[in-house]
């Protein structure tokens, strides 16, 4: 796969000049480097103070393009105007030249013989993801070459339009799953790389966001309270919810803390006890037969919390957590 250019702008030269190429041109001729280190110390030289995993792939790229690339293999480019691949095969060897695609960073080409377009709508899910990387230059698997192979030999094929639709229906509704699970991984991951002080503030952040008004207790009190929350923060209606916030990795709560925490309620408060680290089964215990209302939230808890109310959170609990939303199409 090798991209058009930002954007795609040089599409329609490669369409008609029949031809794929790749910036970077202050590198000079490409064939003058004997192997990758002769590469890479070149483009060290001309493109000083990248991040290191920049100047990586991009060394990556132009080495692919410069020696991996053969006569005969397929060359693929995407027109994003038209939502469709160009299918070809490379028939030249690497070329140093400005007068084929006539733009001044694109001198590095190699010809094709273009077979024919595949409208990206026709492809699976998968192979769309694969597809849709971002990189400049890359290698594509055998299935989804096998797949645009399949698809620029039947292009009038309609056959199997229905089973292929029902497949696709399937392949994004399982890709959908696969994304929101990955994303509640990642959002817990977050969570555990706040700090243990700034974990009471983002708890009371999602308290807020469902209503309630909330008072962080100050730094260095020790009793058994992180957090009180109630409708109108002063306590006088109910519910009269106490807090306690313990942000420990991998260490599960156990009944001893659970005890010391429903020793401190008052017949009329609610409980609440968040343990990023878990809770042990004793301790659930406890808080199933305390005779005030507990409940227990860990880290699963409060992810899924956080993701029905983030909508509602005020600007210093974003700040704590930024989370940005996501649209998937039904």
Known sequence: MIRAGEGAYLVDRFRERACVGIGWSALGDLSLFKNEAELK?????????????KSSNAIAMIKKFRFDMKVGDRAITYDPSHREYLIGEIISDYEYTCEVIDDEDFNHIRKVKWLGNVSRDSLSVSSRNTLGSTLTVFSVNDDVTAELNA?????????????????????IEQSRNDVIEQSRELIKDRIVDVSP???????????????????????????????????????????????EVKHRKNTAMGSQELRSFIGGLRSDDRGLYVSTGGFTKDAKYEAERSNVPVTLIDIDGLMK??????????????????????????
Request: hydrophobic share 35%; net charge negative; charged share 25%.
């Open 197 to 243: 002080g700034d974990m009471e503030y983002l708890v009371a952040g999602v308290l807020r966001a469902m209503g309630y008004r909330t008072i962080v207790s100050a730094k260095g009190m020790d009793r058994g309270v992180d957090i009180f929350a109630s409708p109108d923060g002063l306590g006088l209606e109910s519910p009269r919810i106490k807090v």
């Open 41 to 53: 110390s070149k483009y060290l030289e001309e493109y000083p103070g990248q991040h290191a995993s």
């Open 305 to 330: 919390l956080i993701i029905e109310h983030y909508d509602s959170f005020d600007i210093e609990t974003r700040i704590l957590l930024p989370l940005t939303k996501v649209y998937w199409p039904r």
């Open 151 to 171: 698809l620029l030999n039947h292009q009038n094929d309609t056959s199997s339009i229905s089973e292929a639709q029902e497949e696709k229906e399937q392949a």
